[in-house]
């Protein structure tokens, strides 16, 4: 075995990791949103993933897992989408398909599972996915969905979700198309003063944070996608004049339909950092025409800057010249994390993302530094290998990131669907800076001898 | 608001196990320099990453073969070649074990040729062994996976078969520690073993200096060869396991072997330190022996705190029957024991202790199942008057839901930390399990006992005059409500005056007869008459001026509040409320028209509601209504019930968003709702309703409902006792009549009624002097002792100048 050289970067995977003086992310520099590397040990997850984020939050839909009680059992309950009211979607539906309905078909299960479900809860809304064998076993998901739609007179989706089907990305697609399959028969003429908030999940209640900046400048909201969601008031988004897109990654593309079917232009958005939410809401004043709540937003925006001032001063002294490590799911959060921790004057030193696109690479360029890494689809051995080269003080990530931080000695900040405190908006900002600094100044790096950082 | 879902036959609702890939996982990190492969799409490597993460806390990687449609259409040969490949440039292992999933299966990978193939063409890897197990997420649970791997490791590792004087140890998917326990154990016996996984440093290390991409224990492949030449196997399993590597290792290389149960608790350690003295020829030694009286100690202690305990049970079969039977031989009754996996068996694991528990304690009631999901535990657990709850922490929702705490143990525990750590095998172990429940139990006890022996013995008792009132109500509203005298037993101290305005009624219930008012809110005989607003304001001016104490004024009929003669209704509280801002309003309905007036009661500073609903369920509902009118139609049946529940359940939550202080009363109706009373009950509280009134019914001759047999009072104190344990009860209703006057102790309606007939109130005054007649509701003669709406004859009494004289009966017709 002495002739095997063990590597950390494989060769497969050499495109896809750039820094400004090496190669550009623009051009063929950046390999991004492809199919994961076999072997690499990607940290995405699938297709289904992808669709269960973005559709899971909405409250009262019953959502029905058509496959095997893994997919059910791994996602039941997991995320952390708060809810003002019903909780049905806390619960986890699965067909629970076994050896017996792989060889003779699962429709006929899962036809009995709707009508009991619909005639023991009298469900408002349903959603079915898809997994991967049922992909393969040929069910016809589509036709049971729409059979039982209107035997029971409600809305019976089918989400195309089966996990070799894509990336996480195929699946946030997936997911919007099953939006816009609820959304299209209920196309309205009329347009009535108000927005929808595409793509955030209120995690943490941060859609309710949101909401109620909107409320304080005057800006109704209509209908939430998808946190804090429900049927009734998702039937009533089509008519709205305005949509806000706050993860691009995930809901754009719902955002780009909703404008061709209904006529809803739409704005990106993020309410993470103090410069990125203020932004936010007068750009949302502004594209509404409405000078009243601009004058509002500005006058919110200064006087809750006003008041992080002297916190943020004061948290800079401890942070100062600390560097970071973002690996995150999409593009859109990465560039708002960079520029967080730029005003706490921490340097980001490795950056990547799961499902980044092109565009959002080349955005990322724009804001770090030369020897800045740039990573898309890393696993942990690339993690671990330039975390150590680039001398990271922190990072920043989900679930499966957070040991082998730990185990390399570094701090580690939660940026994931798990968490439980916000990280949006003015709160969001005071949250994020206490807790890089709980983490990178916390006493016990000091007894790490000898610690990667 | 929340809607309450049950658990459904055709649909797996919160799963209670997961699947293969798992369990395989997690064996395959019991070996050293082992990686593993996942031969499927990639989300199902990330989503047992992710969960191993949480509870681990260690950076555990697993590849995946990434399948994408390609691979699925045209077979995933190439991508997983490249993936192994890939996985031994980076992370240059000894061993590598490919775990097929749902997908690979499906689509009939041939992982073992494809094994075959990868060694043909890259002779350089020869070295390294493949490891391939069949995993399909659908072919079982992680426990199944997991000892799908230790089988494959004994069945398909080219062994060496050169005896020596090992013992092969095959061990559960217990914690770290729990294994790092058992390495000691058989160190301290000097036997040499093998441990078939060994997951102590791989799932629980420590923090270095130096990173380890591949963590550095676990067993080595070479020592794992030399299982077919051992001395002896034990195999730590579940027996109902199909799959046991002991057996495999025995009929392929004659190891003789001893299979038994997880020691966890007196008996099963006991057994277990018996068999590794004999294995070892060594005494047990005294270290040992001070832990086992150091645990019965401990058993000792606790054993009185434990006897409470009625234990729900769930998880993978072999950590259920250690956890029953430490449970047991502790006097913690198991009453739900459920497994998510389909084991059949179960019973014939678990019973004994737990059937000679239930012996010993007089418990009878306990369940056993396999094949079930959280929802149907979760309803156990209501069912089964459980107060503790074992396992995992996916039994989170329902330690959230229904307050009942949960000693986590098992896999996978990720809302707490050091899931790694948690130990319960072995006295030491044991111990620290059973410390841990019996402090869940008791810091339940400590924490409830004072108000739950007050809610016993004190309130709605004749010594509860002071009740104080402790639910986040605003002021005004707690103020007005402990005023209340239908609300709050305090209240008797504050008058209130019911006013019958609202003849009119739009439901038929099947005990009332309609020329009778309505026996719903006041089976109350005849009210003297029915009021104008007008009069109804004149009346309660009276009153006030005779009562200052009278605070509260209620519309109670006498027929329905929001029927027909809801225009009256308003105009009767417009006009006090103009009179004297400061009265509290109360109100009773049906409910069928409550969420039309609802708002606008609320406007009207209606601050307190009752609703009769005696059911929740409309075929149940149906049953109590003869018939309903309703925006012009007749509804009969079901068709009426789901009406009225519908419309009583949607009232109620418009007056609860606003606040108001909702009461509902509870018909009993023997043989109809009776055994569906609690449902009720616990819809009002998840509402958020004040109050529920559990009334008895009062036969009304003439009615559909005549023959029905009256609840006793017994079983209605004991309906309301046990409702109590869900929601407040009312304890002390009187049942009032509709124009009841006064407060409930002294009921002044006939007093009053008379005063304030205007026209002769002097002359009335007059006759007073001269005599009064009482009748008194009686049924041994010697004593008031039934309520005025059931008796069939009345005691009459005549009072005149200071003496009461008894002057005959009076029958009722009813």
């Given at each position: 075995m002495a002739d095997i050289e063990q590597v950390n970067i494989l060769d497969e995977r050499e495109k896809s990791i750039v820094t400004k003086h090496g190669e550009r992310c623009s051009g063929d520099g950046m390999r991004c949103n492809t199919d994961s590397v076999s072997g690499a040990v990607s940290q995405r997850a699938c297709v289904y993933c992808g669709a269960r984020v973005v559709l899971n939050p909405i409250t009262d839909a019953y959502h029905i897992i058509h496959g095997p009680i893994g997919c059910s059992s791994y996602t039941w309950d997991i995320r952390g989408s708060l809810t003002s009211g019903e909780d049905i979607y806390r619960n986890s539906f699965c067909t629970d398909l076994r050896e017996r309905d792989i060889i003779f078909g699962g429709a006929e299960k899962l036809t009995k599972a709707i009508e009991e479900l619909a005639e023991a809860q009298k469900p408002k809304l349903i959603f079915v996915y898809s997994t991967c064998i049922v992909g393969v076993i040929g069910d016809d998901v589509d036709s049971v969905?729409?059979?039982?739609?209107?035997?029971?007179?409600?809305?019976?989706?089918?989400?195309?979700?089966?996990?070799?089907?894509?990336?996480?990305?195929?699946?946030?697609?997936?997911?919007?198309?099953?939006?816009?399959?609820?959304?299209?028969?209920?196309?309205?003429?009329k347009k009535i003063q108000g927005i929808n908030i595409l793509g955030d999940y209120n995690l943490a209640g941060e859609m309710w944070i949101i909401k109620n900046y909107l409320k304080k400048i005057g800006v109704p909201v209509i209908a939430s996608f998808t946190g804090d969601a429900n049927y009734d008031e998702m039937a009533r988004s089509t008519s709205a004049a305005l949509n806000v897109v706050q993860c691009a990654g995930s809901s754009t593309y719902l955002a780009d339909r909703m404008e061709e079917e209904f006529g809803i232009p739409y704005i990106k958005v993020s309410f993470f950092g103090v410069e990125d939410t203020t932004n936010s809401l007068l750009r949302i004043a502004e594209a509404l025409g409405n000078e009243e709540a601009r004058e509002k937003a500005l006058k919110f925006c200064g006087s809750e800057t006003k008041k992080l001032e002297g916190f943020l001063a004061k948290y800079r002294k401890n942070l100062e010249g600390k560097k970071a490590a973002i690996y995150v799911g999409g593009g859109f959060k990465a560039i708002s994390l960079i520029r967080q921790f730029d005003l706490m004057g921490i340097k980001t030193v490795l950056v990547g993302t799961q499902t980044g696109k092109k565009e959002d690479y080349e955005l990322i360029e724009n804001l770090v530094d030369e020897d800045t890494v740039i990573l898309d689809d890393a696993n942990p051995a690339e993690l671990e290998t330039f975390m150590k080269e680039k001398g990271a003080d922190i990072l920043t990530g989900g679930v499966k990131e957070r040991p082998l931080a730990y185990k390399l000695g570094i701090a580690f900040c939660d940026h994931n669907h798990e968490r439980k405190h916000a990280l949006a908006g003015f709160e969001g900002v005071y949250n994020f800076t206490k807790e890089i600094n709980e983490s990178i100044n916390n006493p016990v790096w000091e007894y790490v001898k000898g610690a990667c950082v | 608001m929340k809607t309450k879902v049950t658990s459904l036959v055709n649909l797996n609702t919160n799963p209670c196990k997961m699947c293969m890939p798992m369990g395989a996982a997690t064996a395959l990190c019991g070996i050293r320099d082992c990686i593993t492969i996942l031969h499927g799409s990639q989300g199902c490597a990330t989503y047992i990453r992710r969960h191993m993460a949480t509870h681990y806390n260690e950076p555990v990687d697993i590849a995946s073969s990434s399948l994408t449609e390609q691979g699925t259409v045209y077979g995933g040969e190439k991508n997983l070649k490249q993936g192994l490949k890939n996985v031994i440039a980076l992370y240059h292992p000894k061993v590598i074990g490919i775990m097929t999933t749902c997908l690979a299966e499906t689509i009939g990978e041939d992982i073992e040729g494809i094994k075959e193939r990868f060694y043909e063409e890259n002779p350089q890897y020869q070295d390294i062994t493949i490891l391939p197990v069949s995993s399909p997420g659908y072919g079982g649970t992680q426990y199944e996976g997991y000892m799908a791997v230790l089988n494959a490791v004994a069945d398909k590792l080219e062994m060496n078969t050169q005896k020596n004087e090992k013992v092969n140890v095959i061990l559960p998917p217990q914690s770290p520690a729990d294994i790092r326990y058992l390495k000691n154990i058989f160190r301290i016996f000097e036997i040499d073993t093998i441990l078939l996984p060994d997951i102590a440093d791989n799932l629980d290390g420590g923090h270095t200096e130096e990173y380890s991409r591949l963590p550095k224990g676990g067993t080595d492949i070479t020592e794992l060869r030399k299982m077919a030449g051992a001395r002896f196997t034990i195999e730590i399993s579940d027996k109902s396991s199909a799959v046991s590597p002991a057996q495999t290792l025995f009929e392929k290389y004659q190891v003789p072997y001893k299979r038994m149960l997880s020691p966890a608790g007196l008996k099963a350690t006991d057994d277990f330190y018996e068999l590794l003295s004999q294995l070892s020829g060594k005494d047990i030694p005294e270290e040992i022996k001070t832990a086992r009286s150091r645990y019965l100690d401990g058993m000792i202690d606790s054993h009185k705190y434990n006897s409470a305990g009625r234990a729900v049970i769930y998880g993978e079969p072999e950590f259920i029957t250690a956890a029953v039977r430490l449970c047991a031989e502790n006097g913690i009754m198991p009453v739900v024991v459920s497994t998510g996996s389909v084991c059949p068996d179960l019973k014939q694991y678990v019973e004994a202790p737990i059937a000679d528990m239930g012996k010993r304690y007089f418990v009878d009631d306990y369940i056993i199942s396999d094949d079930t999901d959280f929802k149907e535990i979760e309803e156990y657990a209501v069912k089964y008057k459980s107060n503790i709850m074992i396992g995992n922490s996916d039994g989170r929702r329902i330690e959230e839901q229904l307050h009942i705490p949960l000693v986590r143990r098992a896999f996978p525990i990720h809302d707490r930390i050091g899931g790694q750590r948690l130990r319960m095998l072995g006295y030491e172990g044991s111990l620290s399990f059973l410390d841990e429940m019996t402090n869940a139990l008791l810091s339940v006890t400590e924490n409830t006992f004072k108000e739950n022996l007050y809610d016993a013995y004190y309130r709605g008792t004749p010594i509860d005059c002071g009740e104080k009132e402790k639910d986040e109500i605003p002021a005004d509203m707690l103020k007005k409500t402990i005023e209340h005298p239908c609300y709050n037993c305090a209240g008797h101290k504050f008058a209130r005056i019911h006013l019958p305005v609202a003849p009119a009624c739009n439901v038929q219930c099947n005990y009332c007869v309609r020329k009778f008012d309505c026996p719903n809110e006041s089976r109350p005989g005849v009210t003297s008459t029915i009021l104008t607003p007008a009069e109804a304001l004149e009346r309660y001016k009276t009153v006030k001026e005779k009562l200052p104490n009278l605070t509260v004024a209620g519309i109670a009929g006498p027929?329905?509040?929001?029927?027909?003669?809801?225009?009256?209704?308003?105009?009767?509280?417009?006009?006090?409320?103009?009179?004297?801002?400061?009265?509290?309003?109360?109100l009773s309905t049906n409910g069928l028209m409550l969420p039309f007036y609802a708002e606008e009661l609320v406007k009207l500073g209606v601050s307190h509601v009752t609703v009769t609903m005696s059911a929740v369920d409309p075929s149940i509902s149906g049953k109590i209504y003869k018939y309903i009118d309703y925006m012009g139609s007749r509804y009969e049946g079901e068709a009426a019930g789901a009406i009225m529940v519908s419309n009583q359940l949607s009232g109620l939550r418009i007056l609860l968003a606003h606040g108001i202080i909702c009461k509902v009363n509870i018909v009993t109706l023997k043989g109809i709702n009776e055994e569906h009373i609690p449902q009720v009950v616990q819809a009002c509280r998840d509402m958020g309703c004040y109050i529920t009134n559990i009334m008895q019914l009062i036969p009304v001759k003439g009615s559909a409902f005549e023959e029905l047999p009256m609840v006793s009072n017994k079983e209605i104190q004991s309906l309301r006792n046990s409702c109590n344990k869900i929601m407040r009860q009312m304890f002390h209703c009187k049942q009032c009549r509709a124009d009841a006057v006064g407060t409930l102790d002294n009921d002044l309606s006939i007093d009053l009624g008379g005063f304030l007939d205007k026209d002769n109130i002097e002359e009335k005054k007059e006759e007073e002097k001269k005599k009064l007649k009482f009748a008194i509701a009686s049924k041994s003669g010697v004593l008031v002792d039934m309520h005025f709406g059931h008796v069939e004859e009345f005691y009459i009494y005549q009072y005149e100048n200071g003496t009461p004289r008894f002057i005959g009966k009076r029958n009722v017709e009813k």
């Open positions: 969905c729409r059979h039982m739609s209107e035997k029971y007179k409600i809305p019976v989706i089918p989400v195309k979700s089966p996990g070799f089907s894509g990336n996480k990305s195929t699946g946030y697609r997936m997911a919007c198309d099953a939006i816009m399959q609820l959304l299209l028969p209920h196309k309205s003429g | 027929g329905d509040s929001l029927a027909g003669n809801y225009p009256e209704v308003k105009k009767t509280l417009q006009l006090i409320r103009e009179y004297d801002p400061d009265v509290t309003f109360c």
